[in-house]
């Protein structure tokens, strides 16, 4: 038996509201008029879910678990699925800032544009946007050493600044292009930008690996290693295909040019640029 | 009049251990006799309490650059520590570098009314002081940096020993009146300077570019102008070498060095280290011990570490620039121009690290085998050694054998073999407690109108409900007193009164000398007249006499 809750924004929130109760598995065993009666933080008061959102609540007999549909334009609601352990959460529309952040488990689904701090310290799941996310995805959050560490970011549209600053684990995929400085500091995980990506690539990186296709200008800090074929490139690109995120252009028998990085912070980190020919 | 009845009385200066009674306090915020009339007066039922002095913390790190520094750099510290505001009191935030309301009401929620900021640079001391300005209750105080001072050295290598003397007086003197400060405080006397060189100090005779002077040198000659000057608490002396291993031997030497004269070793445990076989580190408390137990003169504030977040602050610049190499973590250099360096390194202690595990020991092991309480004072070296916010916990260690082993199990099991903490069984008596909590810092730092409760003394007060879990007695006081006036019930500040300001006034020329002026006109990059700290800056001044 699934437990769908399907719940539509009746009104755009004039200020920005804190939905963190708005998780799968905390909603899987409530009511209606519990889930209208949750606490939101509301600019500096608190409101009622049920001000916000309307809907219904279906079972279904395949599947197990619980589903959350939210359908409106989420991008003043901040801290959707924060901490979720379990479920899936589909977000029919754009969604607010640290969407999924310190995540552990489950699915989220973003039909449009994410904001920023996407899957901020997340641990395990996997985040699938469809449109753009915004900046800091997956990365640690301001003081903090350790960003995301586990789990998966698919991001079919660009990301913004500073993807992956400090992650010590899982995956970040874009399909598009991103702004500068992914992979800032990182300490472990992979990235994989199929476009183009901003100045800075790996800036500061400790370890980890970020993918890149040719024609990007790494820093000074970064040497050749040798041209090459990493065994993991085929399950890595499998494992992105049954994330639904489809590579142009990335075959399963690509040849990378690796570069080790960076030189002023140990020089164990990976840069793997797409070979043209 | 207020009149706090039925509690057992705690006050080691009194000979008071508990004894049933009632102390009472004046009008003017002062303790006094009980008044034979039956005047009107509030009634304070303490039964079950255990009443003693408002606390006085003689180390932290409240206020100034480098703890506004830390705020900044450590927004990780804020996160997940915040209290909301209410009517009295305002919202704060922050676990180890608390905001400055946050402090205050920490501070006297656990009973303490008296706290000094340790480590002013004079350049920085407006800062400092403005900051305190906003920690509300407690009565603060500063001490002025001198160890690295470069007028200092430059008069220090003076050749007519006369002169000398007399002009390194004019010196601290203006010094200290021009920074409000309350105490000389010496952080690795002749190190920062030697670093911001490119070298270091092996041992206190090593000389000190560009003049030469020695550590040796710069303690002795601080501390005999301190004794010339009486001022009321001594050369705060924080050693070279801290951290180091084999650093005992330093400490020894600068004790033996200073032997006779006025001074303070602060948070001893990072300087009470011995060194392994296989040159690491191993505790040296029981060499150190030996020593302060046969030099009653010698006092020590102990820096006990807590394992979890801390966040290291110091002007030992040198010192904090390896602990950002060892450990990895970030790091805040600052130089502060003629004076002083300083540092800002966060860290987490961690129980199943050896060497944290040693430190840890060694702190215990100081409190415990030396002898005389009176000797002893509890610190933390907020925030370094760990937040004050764990001085409950300390207690118990100290008076719970039992919870002290329990939490030695959870220790990296190596460390039995350089520490000897697993035999010590002292158990500390709430009298005790009391003498290392506010007798013995006031006596140090001599105030004798704080931490005891005689007629006469501030009506600073903390009652705590006597209990047998004595981290929870100490952490939620049941009342705290400043000046007469509750300000805490059951561990919260209920009322946001400003504080003192703790000052001297040395009777010396209060004026820099004609050359140094020009020195000063020459290197500094503010003017003269903009140096001092005006008066604005303490509306609650009170001046503690000279010796």
């Known amino acids: 038996m699934k437990r769908i809750i399907d719940l539509r924004l009746t009104q755009t929130p004039r200020l920005p509201l804190e939905a963190e109760r708005l998780r799968p598995d905390l909603l899987a065993g409530m009511s209606l008029e519990e889930i ?41 609601v901040k801290r959707l699925g924060q901490g979720m352990q379990s479920g899936e ?8 800032f640290h969407t999924g952040a310190e995540m ?29 996310a915004g900046h800091w995805a997956g990365a640690a959050y301001r003081g903090k050493m350790q960003g995301m560490r586990g789990g998966a970011i698919i991001i079919n549209g660009n990301a913004g600044r500073m993807t992956g600053s400090k992650m010590r684990g899982g995956l ?50 970064f040497y050749r290693n040798c041209t090459y074929q990493p065994p993991f490139w085929q399950l890595l690109r499998s494992y992105i295909e049954e994330q639904g995120l489809m590579l142009d252009g990335w075959d399963a028998d690509c040849f990378f040019e690796r570069y080790s990085g960076e030189a002023l912070c140990g020089g164990k980190g990976e840069v793997l640029l797409r070979h043209s020919a | 009049m207020l009149k706090i009845i039925n509690g057992g009385v705690y006050d080691p200066l009194q000979g008071l251990s508990g004894q049933a009674g009632t102390i009472c306090v004046g009008d003017d915020g002062k303790i006094c006799d009980p008044p034979s009339d039956a005047a009107p007066c509030d009634i304070v039922d303490a039964s079950g309490c255990a009443v003693m002095a408002g606390g006085v913390d003689i180390h932290s790190h409240i206020a100034g650059t480098k703890v506004n520094s830390a705020r900044s750099m450590c927004p990780e510290d804020h996160y997940d520590h915040f209290k909301p505001h209410t009517d009295t009191t305002r919202a704060g935030t922050g676990f180890t570098v608390p905001t400055s309301f946050y402090t205050g009401y920490e501070y006297a929620g656990q009973g303490y009314t008296t706290v000094f900021e340790a480590a002013v640079p004079p350049l920085e001391a407006r800062h400092a002081h403005e900051e305190l300005l906003d920690v509300p ?66 041992d206190l005779d090593t000389p000190v570019p560009p003049f030469g002077v020695t550590p040796r040198q710069i303690m002795t000659g601080l501390a005999e102008t301190i004794r010339g000057l009486g001022l009321p608490h001594g050369m705060h002396l924080h050693c070279n070498h801290l951290g180091e291993a084999g650093n005992y031997i330093t400490t020894l030497e600068t004790m033996r060095a200073l032997d006779g004269l006025p001074f303070h070793l602060t948070h001893l445990q990072f300087h009470a280290y011995g060194q392994s076989k296989k040159g690491t580190l191993k505790s040296a408390a029981s060499e150190l011990a030996d020593y302060i137990n046969g030099h009653p003169n010698v006092t020590f504030d102990v820096g006990q570490m807590v394992f979890g977040p801390a966040t290291t602050m110091t002007a030992d610049a040198p010192m904090q620039y390896r602990l950002h190499v060892v450990t990895g973590h970030k790091w805040i250099n600052n130089d502060v121009e003629m004076e002083s360096g300083a540092g800002v390194v966060p860290l987490q202690y961690k129980p199943k690290s050896l060497v944290n595990a040693i430190q840890w020991c060694v702190g215990l092991e100081l409190l415990l085998l030396v002898k005389n ?34 939490q030695m199990e959870a220790l990296n099991p190596r460390v039995g073999k350089y520490t000897v903490l697993a035999q010590l069984a002292r158990e500390y008596t709430l009298e005790e407690i009391a003498i290392i909590t506010r007798s013995a810092p006031a006596k140090t730092l001599g105030l004798p109108q704080r931490g005891n409760l005689r007629a006469g003394s501030c009506g ?16 939620e006081p049941a009342y705290v007193f400043k000046d007469g006036a509750l300000v805490v019930r059951d561990g919260k500040a209920i009322k946001s009164p400003q504080g003192r300001r703790l000052l001297v006034e040395p009777d010396c020329g209060a004026v820099l000398p004609d050359d140094l002026v020009d020195e000063f006109h020459r290197y500094y990059s503010i003017t003269l007249a903009n140096f001092p700290v005006q008066e604005e800056y303490i509306p609650r001044p009170e001046v503690i006499a000279c010796k």
Request: charged residues 20%.
């Open chain 2, 460 to 475: 600073d007060i903390a009652a705590y409900r006597i209990q047998e879990d004595k981290e929870r007695m100490f952490r």
């Open chain 1, 104 to 132: 552990e488990g489950g699915r989220i689904i973003i039909r449009g544009d994410a904001g920023d701090w996407l899957g901020a310290h997340m641990t395990g799941g996997v985040i699938q946007v469809l449109g753009n």
């Open chain 2, 373 to 406: 309480a009176w000797q002893i004072i509890l610190t933390t070296d907020h925030p370094n050694a760990g937040p004050f916010s764990a001085y409950p916990q300390i207690i118990r260690l100290l008076m719970d054998r039992d919870y002290r082993a329990s």
């Open chain 1, 89 to 96: 959460l589909i977000i029919e529309g754009a969604s607010g």
């Open chain 1, 36 to 76: 209208y009666a949750l606490p939101l933080l509301y600019g500096n008061q608190m409101a009622a879910a049920g001000e916000f959102l309307r809907g219904e609540i279906r079972e279904m007999e395949d599947g197990s678990g619980a589903c959350l549909i939210l359908r409106g334009d989420f991008a003043r």
């Open chain 2, 137 to 202: 209750i407690i009565d603060t105080g500063t001490y002025t940096l001198m160890g690295n001072n470069y007028m200092i050295m430059q008069i220090l290598a003076e050749q007519d020993p006369v002169s000398r003397k007399e002009r390194l007086r004019d010196l601290v003197s203006w010094l200290l009146t021009t920074t409000k400060g309350y105490a000389v405080k010496v952080v690795n006397p002749g190190g920062v300077e030697s670093w911001k060189w490119a070298q270091g100090i092996q």
């Open chain 1, 172 to 221: 970040i995929a874009v399909r598009g292009d991103c702004l500068e400085f992914p992979g800032y500091c990182m300490n472990a995980g992979t990235i994989l930008v199929a476009g183009r990506s901003g100045r800075h690539i790996g800036s500061g990186m400790v370890r980890g690996t970020i993918i890149m296709r040719e024609g990007h200008e790494l820093l000074p800090t």
